[in-house]
């Protein structure tokens, strides 16, 4: 399942964009979705694979009806941890 948070509070105008089971396909088929550029696809952290969304492919995202979209990144990480199981 893919999960958003609606705004990055320290960054203005980005939204992170999560696989609850880290599953970088299910994020590479997201990224096409929505249009967004091949380095928004972040790696570094094998534990949070994750998107980095800006401008259009951002809002073409947040206006999707079948993801589930959490006002802040906090929520995103408690949200991701109850999916795992990890709370």
Do not use: K
């Not at 091949?38 to 492919?57: I, T, V």
Request: charged share 30%; net charge positive.
């Amino acid at each position: 399942m893919i999960v958003m948070d609606r705004e990055n509070l320290l960054a203005r105008g980005w939204s992170h964009v999560v696989s609850t089971t880290n599953d970088v396909g299910e994020l590479e088929a997201f990224r096409t979705r929505v249009g967004a550029p091949a380095a928004a696809l972040q790696l570094g952290n094998p534990r949070w694979p994750h998107l980095d969304l800006r401008g259009e492919p951002r809002e073409r995202a947040l206006a999707l009806g079948d993801i589930v979209i959490v006002e802040r990144t906090s929520d995103l990480i408690r949200y991701v941890r109850r999916a795992r199981g990890s709370v």
